[in-house]
């Protein structure tokens, strides 16, 4: 069974900066791709960023130029850099890692922005 452990969620200012990481308890190298979706309160749950094997990475409109996904394999480590913070950013956090046909799932690790 694989676990994804997400840290870094916090409270934070408008205009402020998070980092979330996401470590797997199997290789990082093991899952086709990895990355960050969120889920606001009465809404879907959403792309924020993923990162493939290979290193492409995909991110979700509303994010795109302020936030960044990024892989360190030493590390086993995947992070996600949330920089100008903006109030409807304000969800919880989830860590997704990919291995073929099977889609694994973290608990989640709350945002919330302050205007």
């Known amino acids: 069974q694989v676990q994804l452990v997400e840290s870094g969620g916090g409270l934070v200012q408008a205009g402020g900066s998070l980092r979330l990481s996401c470590i797997p308890s199997?290789?990082?190298?093991?899952?086709?791709?990895m990355g960050w979706y969120r889920q606001a309160p009465g809404k879907q749950r959403e792309l924020v960023a993923t990162?493939?094997?290979?290193?492409?990475?995909n991110y979700g409109n509303s994010v795109k130029g302020r936030f960044a996904i990024s892989k360190v394999n030493a590390k086993n480590t995947v992070y996600l850099q949330m920089n100008s913070l903006k109030p409807e950013d304000t969800a919880l956090y989830y860590c997704?890692?990919?291995?073929?046909?099977?889609?694994?799932w973290g608990k989640g690790t709350l945002v919330t922005v302050s205007s």
């Open positions: 199997g290789d990082i190298f093991s899952f086709d791709a």
């Open positions: 990162v493939t094997i290979s290193g492409a990475t």
């Open positions: 997704n890692a990919k291995r073929g046909p099977s889609d694994y």
